[in-house]
């Protein structure tokens, strides 16, 4: 004869389907309203997808303790700025020379800073994620309480985006966070920033390396990249100020003439009334100090880290030496 659960048993088994399907989590059924009265999605369909994500701890254990946030730029230089790197770099900006020179011509973005970011963000293609984007938005939309609002606006727009595309949100794979395609770009970036380069009518940064590469070169031009500028540069100083804020990544506003008098000197030549943020790295020799001008920043509207931006610019100045060496 069958033997009934104990209430153990049914406790267990109540556990379980809470935390492997989050159609059932307490604070998805005001997240499905909202995406049926706002955008007109059927309730069991999002109910379904839903119901499909599973929760993810290494997505929760990753996403508290980013690079970012625990290394010296001693220790994050060589993730990225690396031999192997450069070179494929180059030959990546080889194999995409005439693509590369359009999207520096209509949008005003450097080559080689569109192609360090592909870099930096998936080793030109080779690393664009092994998380189901589904597990690790759902993970952190419902899971996360620090980062919730945003991450459930990453999920909202991420099933737009698959509807707007015509794509199943169960297929796609990306970061621990949710990030997608070539650049790395977050679902809500997708929609708002990514173009179809190639003019085949489709957007698609997941495969088409041509709409990855504008895609990129959009994203700059969009958060204001102004061509021809400087991006950053290594200063001298005498006295180490530690009266001021080092590594801001907020707009910078104080000229270099203020800063020239606070004791920092660039060591090259630059314009004295471009507004310019000071940086202090932990670098292979001790203390560096540089300034970050208006494009530095604009690098961080990519990933909000001084480490980052800079070794974006690091890795660009790499693949353009070793480019320009070659020819
Ligand atoms: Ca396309």
Do not use: C
Request: proline fraction near 6%; charge should be negative; charged fraction near 25%.
């Amino acid at each position: 004869m069958m033997r009934k659960p104990g209430v153990a048993g049914l406790l267990l088994a109540l556990t379980l389907s809470a935390h492997s399907d989050y159609s059932e989590h307490p604070e998805a059924e005001a997240f499905t309203d909202h995406m049926v009265s706002e955008h007109g999605f059927e309730r069991e369909q999002i109910q379904a997808w839903l119901s499909e994500a599973e929760k993810r701890q290494n997505i929760l254990d990753a996403i508290a303790r980013p690079a970012e946030r625990t290394l010296t730029w001693a220790e994050y230089r060589p993730i990225f700025v690396v031999p192997l790197r450069v070179n494929n770099g180059v030959a990546f900006w080889r194999e995409h020379k005439d693509i590369l020179a359009r999207a520096e011509k209509e949008f005003g973005v450097p080559a080689e800073i569109i192609v360090a970011i592909i870099g930096v963000e998936t080793n030109y293609g080779r690393n664009m994620g092994s998380h189901r984007v589904i597990d690790a938005l759902s993970t952190l939309a419902f899971d996360y309480p620090p980062r919730s609002d945003f991450f459930r606006r990453e999920l909202e727009n991420y099933f737009l985006l698959m509807r707007e595309q015509e794509q199943n949100p169960l297929d796609f794979k990306g970061s621990y966070a949710g990030a997608m395609g070539y650049g790395q770009f977050m679902p809500s970036s997708y929609r708002h920033y990514a173009i179809d380069f190639d003019g085949d009518g489709f957007t698609d940064i997941w495969n088409n390396r041509t709409d990855a590469i504008g895609s990129v070169a959009n994203y700059f031009s969009r958060h204001g990249w102004r061509a021809d500028e400087p991006v950053a540069v290594r200063v001298r100083t005498d006295d180490k100020p530690d009266d001021i804020r080092y590594n801001s990544i907020s707009r910078p506003e104080t000229p270099v003439s203020e800063w020239r008098e606070r004791g920092f000197q660039p060591v090259v030549p630059v314009d004295d009334a471009a507004p310019a943020s000071p940086l202090q790295l932990e670098g292979d020799y001790g203390e560096e100090f540089w300034f970050g001008f208006h494009n530095f920043y604009v690098i961080t509207r990519y990933n909000r880290s001084h480490l980052y931006a800079m070794a974006v610019y690091d890795l660009s100045r790499e693949l353009r030496s070793q480019l320009e060496a070659g020819e």
